[in-house]
């Protein structure tokens, strides 16, 4: 019988990707460890959307119900002039269930620590190891050593770093840093809806497009009680602070939206703004894995923000990652690296690349030429990026896997 149970699995990383790929294998029975730096779980970085492609796994993992508790489907997707706020395009999502209709799963807004609550919960602590940041990573004779900053140490046959953008099994297996910055920085906050009297159409996810800028919002808790939004500006031009935060005075992400719509000025100013933070991508890597380890989410190819899909994409790593060891014997590691990367890097690439020319499209200046291109563009989105949602990674993995074994 081909099975991975006895295989010695550590997965670096107790973030989103982690936690779904240490439950995806924990549904099919075989157990790994989680090592993460942190000693608690806590949430970095407010709310997060999660797209049909994402919620369908956690549907077939048994936590949609959980999530659903405490999301919020947004009415419509709204793209809106910065200024006059008129609506540019505009699409149902929860209304008339248009979204769950077309791609099968619903769309949720979510507060992150809430998401990693029902992912940690739903593996009760089996596996986790809080307060283990690693720190060297070693290969002998196939087995992997990993040593952490607490002083332990520990072997694993096999190890997954899903240890996101700043990844150092990334460096262990491409030997460099590919972290690029952006160009580009966010100022985020979740404020009560009640504070927002000037905001049109509250339970949306919308757009403001802008010169040098935009703002994106949507509704998160069990009644769309908060807004989570993300203010993404142009510059500063370089980023050289270690981390991916920055200390600013407070009236600094209020000064790129002089002059905007009172909705985005009132949320923006809602909150005090004491850092913003950098954008990081990574540049797309030829390889994925080396030895045994191997990169899955943002350690992989962590993207720009703009067509809301790190986290989902790092989900669809997980369960085409769970779904491949379930079947790997020892001695196919590496063919199952091989063929895990092929069937992740292309799409993963593309939808990067895809979302650093959005960036481009929501900045235009007014006086901008391509803007009548723009107001094109963003009215066909959802025939445009429709296959970004409709993707179905479990069975994406399983016809790649019978169309091998009937080659
Ligand atoms: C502001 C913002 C908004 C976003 N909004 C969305 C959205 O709406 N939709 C969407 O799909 N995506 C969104 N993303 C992207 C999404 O958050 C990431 O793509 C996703 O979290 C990647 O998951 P991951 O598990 O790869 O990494 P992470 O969730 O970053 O987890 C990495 C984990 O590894 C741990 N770790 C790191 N180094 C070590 C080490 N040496 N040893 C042990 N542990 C370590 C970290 O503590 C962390 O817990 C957003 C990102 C940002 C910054």
Request: glycine residues 8%; hydrophobic residues 40%.
């Amino acid at each position: 019988m081909k099975n991975s149970r006895n295989l010695r699995i550590a997965i670096v990383g107790g973030g989103i990707g982690g936690l779904t790929l240490a439950l995806a294998l924990r549904q099919r029975g075989i157990e790994a460890t989680v090592y993460e730096q942190a000693s608690e779980l806590s949430e970095i970085g407010a709310a997060v959307a999660l797209s049909a492609n994402a919620t369908r796994e956690l549907r077939r993992l048994g936590v949609l119900d959980l999530i659903a508790g405490c999301s919020t489907e947004p009415s419509e997707l709204i793209y809106r002039d910065w200024r006059k706020g008129h609506r540019i395009a505009a699409f149902p999502v929860h209304d008339d269930l248009a979204y769950q209709k077309r791609f099968g799963a619903p769309y949720f807004g979510i507060h992150r620590a809430d998401l990693q609550r029902i992912l940690s919960g739903a593996l009760a602590g089996a596996g986790l190891q809080l307060g283990h940041r690693l720190t060297e990573l070693s290969e002998h004779d196939q087995i992997m050593s990993l040593s952490f900053a607490n002083g332990r140490i520990a072997e694993a046959d096999l190890v997954i770093g899903a240890d996101g953008v700043r990844s150092l099994v990334r460096r262990y297996v491409i030997g460099g840093e590919e972290t690029i910055y952006s160009g580009t920085s966010a100022f985020r906050g979740i404020v009560p809806a009640k504070q927002l009297p000037s905001l049109p159409d509250p339970q949306a996810i919308q757009f403001w497009m802008g010169p040098g800028a935009h703002l994106l919002h949507y509704a998160i808790g069990e009644r769309a009680q908060d807004v989570n939004f993300f203010a993404v500006v142009e510059g500063p031009k370089t980023w050289s602070h270690e981390g991916w935060q920055a200390p600013v005075e407070p009236s600094t992400a209020l000064a790129p939206f002089k002059g905007w719509h009172p909705a985005v000025t009132e949320m923006v100013a809602a909150v005090e703004h004491r850092v913003r933070w950098a954008l990081f991508t990574v540049r797309p890597l030829r390889q994925w894995w080396r030895g045994r380890a191997v990169l899955l989410g943002d350690a992989a190819h962590a993207m720009g923000p703009h067509h809301g899909q790190g986290a989902n994409t790092t989900i669809e790593d997980a369960i085409t990652l769970a779904e491949m060891l379930t079947s790997t014997r020892r001695d196919e590691i590496e063919a199952m690296m091989s063929r895990y990367q092929r069937l992740r890097r292309s799409r993963t690439r593309i939808i990067q690349l895809s979302s650093r020319a959005t960036n481009d499209l929501l900045h235009l200046p007014d006086e901008s030429s391509a803007l009548a291109d723009r107001d094109r563009r963003v009215s066909r989105f959802p025939d445009d990026f429709g296959w970004i949602h409709a993707f179905d990674a479990l069975t994406t993995v399983r016809d790649a896997s019978s169309s091998e074994f009937a080659a």
